[in-house]
C-alpha cells in the first residue's frame, strides 16, 4: 500500500466511524424527542375563585385535571366525588408570612397541624404545606434552627401519618417582601437538618426563577429534596405559553428525567375570557 493510500483507507475509515457516530447520536436525539411522559396534572384552586369547585372538577376531568389543590378538609370530600385528589392540602388558618421561623408561632401551628396531618391521613391526602413565614430581621440560620425545632414534632406525627410536609419556596423580589425560604439551597440546607423523608420542598418554577433562575440545573441538582411543583409564566404570573420566559416544555422534561412521579400542577392567573381554555392550553403543555 502506498503512503497515499493508506492515508485514503484511514481517511474512509474515520469517515465511516464518523458517520456511524452521528447516525447514532441522530437516532438517540429522535428517540428522545419522541419519548412521552406521564404527567400527573394538578391546579391551584385561588386561580379559579369565580368558578364553583364542582364547574372545575367536571370540567378539569374533560382536559385531564386528576387534582385540585390547596383546598381544606370540607373541600376533599367533593374531589373524591368526582374521582380526584387534593396533591397539596392545606388548612384553615394558613399563614405565608407567620411561619415555623418564629417560636412564638408554634403552639398555634402545631394545634392546627395537628388535626390537619389526622384529616389528610383519613381521606387519603398524602402532601400538606408548611411555610417558613417572613424574616423580621431573623437570621437566615437562627429562622432554620427554628423551623427544624418547631416542626419536629409534627414531622414525627406526619411520618405515623404517612404524609409528607413540604415547605414552599416563593419569591421575596415581588410577590411576597421579606419571605425567608426563598432560595432552594436555603430549602435544602433546612431538608438536611430536619432528616426526615416526610419532610420536603415544593419548588415553585415561577418563584424561582424570580428568585435565582438556573431552573433545569436546579431541579436536577436537588431533585431528591422536591416533592412537588407549581408553575407560572414569568414575568406576570401568567399563562406559561410562549408570552413569557420559560421554555416549561423543556422544563417538564428535565422534571420527569429525574424520575419524578408527584404532580405538577397549574398555578398561574389566567388572562384569558375562557379560564379554563387557559388552563388546557397550560396542561397540554406540560405533556411532553
Known amino acids: 500500500m502506498t503512503r ?3 492515508i485514503k483507507s484511514a481517511a474512509l475509515t474515520l469517515g465511516a466511524a464518523s458517520l456511524s457516530s452521528a447516525i447514532g447520536a441522530t437516532e438517540a436525539a429522535d428517540k428522545l424527542a419522541g419519548a412521552t411522559y406521564q404527567t400527573n396534572h394538578s391546579t391551584c384552586k385561588w ?3 369565580d368558578i364553583p369547585l364542582e364547574e372545575l372538577c367536571e370540567r378539569g376531568q374533560d382536559i385531564g385535571l386528576k387534582s385540585i389543590e390547596l383546598l381544606t378538609v370540607k373541600d ?10 387534593c396533591a397539596m392540602g392545606t388548612l384553615d388558618g394558613f399563614s405565608i408570612d407567620n411561619g415555623w421561623n418564629e417560636p412564638k408561632n408554634w403552639d398555634n401551628l402545631r394545634e392546627i397541624y395537628t388535626k390537619a396531618i389526622k384529616d389528610a391521613a383519613d381521606h387519603g391526602i398524602e402532601n400538606m404545606i408548611v411555610m417558613s413565614g417572613n424574616r423580621r430581621r431573623i437570621s437566615d440560620l437562627d ?3 427554628n423551623c427544624a425545632k418547631g416542626l419536629a414534632p409534627m414531622i414525627k406525627l406526619a411520618e405515623e401519618a404517612g404524609v409528607t410536609l413540604q415547605m414552599e419556596l416563593l419569591n421575596s423580589k415581588v410577590n411576597h417582601p421579606d419571605y425567608m425560604c426563598d432560595r432552594t439551597e436555603w430549602g435544602v440546607a433546612l431538608a438536611d437538618m430536619i432528616g426526615s423523608d ?3 420542598l415544593l419548588y415553585d418554577i415561577y418563584h424561582m426563577q424570580i428568585m435565582e433562575g438556573d431552573v433545569i440545573a436546579t431541579i436536577r441538582k436537588y431533585a431528591d429534596y422536591i416533592g412537588h411543583y407549581h408553575t407560572g409564566g414569568v414575568p406576570g404570573r401568567n399563562e406559561i405559553n410562549n408570552s413569557q420566559e420559560l421554555n416549561y416544555p423543556a422544563i417538564i422534561k428535565a422534571i420527569h428525567e429525574t424520575g419524578f412521579t408527584g404532580f405538577v400542577a397549574q398555578e398561574f392567573i389566567p388572562t384569558y375570557d375562557d379560564k379554563i381554555k387557559a388552563l388546557a392550553e397550560g396542561i397540554n403543555i406540560c405533556n411532553v
Open 47 to 49: 386561580c379559579y375563585s
Open 143 to 145: 429562622g432554620m434552627r
Open 198 to 200: 416526610r419532610f420536603k
Open 76 to 85: 376533599w370530600p367533593t374531589l373524591k366525588k368526582y374521582g380526584m385528589t
Open 4 to 6: 497515499r493510500n493508506a
